[in-house]
């Protein structure tokens, strides 16, 4: 079974309406929806913004679903200057950009007790991913993306997550999903398409933006499950 996130419905609605023999439970006001996708069984959820909605997604759907892998999809805030608005980032790395006990000595971004910085993904499931989105022709980049509670709209903060981390991507959710999904020992990669250039500049107008980014990763997805036809 494929686990697929999104945090907000334009990220997975198209994704849920193709879900053949399809059930759906609420969890923790969750809606999980389980059905076949393509070659898959597949789970799908929207799971809200930010890092805890997206925890508590991950962590109930681990423990009900028993998910093979899961792969986070949807939209972020551009680090990366080769990259434009619907180009695609794929995670080799996630990070919580907004985690910092630095003033007890640990690096910015350490993850207390499981000490670690940068949580790697699956490496079978990004390379898939690849051969997907060349498949789809959309021009990308592999690499670390960054989390945190916060839309990031400045270039101060955008600077500051690219000197820490070398972050490609910026968003909400991968770095707790990825968290969630290393202490249940469950693959995972994250694929986001930009939205935006993290700067509030002239390129801002997520709504408009958001649309086309999020149907660019959901036909990666599409493509990644057999079911693209183009
Ligand atoms: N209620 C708003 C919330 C959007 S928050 C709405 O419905 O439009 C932004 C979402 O897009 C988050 O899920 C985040 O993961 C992603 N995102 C896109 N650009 C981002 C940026 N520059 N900084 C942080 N998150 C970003």
Redesign the pocket.
């Known amino acids: 079974m494929l686990g697929i996130i999104g ?2 419905d334009i990220e997975v609605e198209s994704l849920k309406a193709l879900l053949t023999n399809k059930t759906e439970e609420s969890i923790s006001g969750i809606d999980f929806c389980v059905g076949d996708l393509g070659n898959e069984k597949a789970v799908v959820a929207k799971c809200g ?1 930010g890092k805890v909605f997206s925890a508590i997604c991950t962590e109930a759907m681990i423990l009900k679903y028993k998910p093979d892998m899961i792969i986070n999809i ?4 551009c680090l990366d200057e080769t990259l434009d608005i619907g180009d695609v980032v794929i995670a080799d790395s996630v990070v919580q950009h907004d985690m910092d006990i630095s003033p007890l000595g640990d690096p910015v971004g350490m993850l207390s007790d499981i000490n670690i910085v940068k949580i790697p993904t699956n490496v079978e499931m990004k390379n898939k991913l690849i051969e997907a989105v060349k498949a789809v022709g959309i021009n990308y980049s592999v690499g670390v993306i960054a989390s945190g509670d ?4 400045s270039d101060d903060k955008k600077n500051y997550i690219k000197t820490n981390f070398d972050a490609k991507a ?4 991968g770095g707790s999903i990825g968290h969630v999904c290393y202490v249940n020992n469950v693959p995972f990669t994250v694929i986001r398409a930009m ?2 250039k ?1 700067n509030g500049g002239a390129t801002m107008d ?2 408009t933006f ?1 649309k086309i980014a999020a149907r660019n990763s959901t036909n990666v997805i599409k493509k990644f499950v057999g079911i693209l036809e183009e």
């Open positions: 945090a907000m913004i949807g939209v972020a805030g916060q839309f990031v709209a910026c968003e909400m959710e939205s935006d993290a997520f709504p958001t």
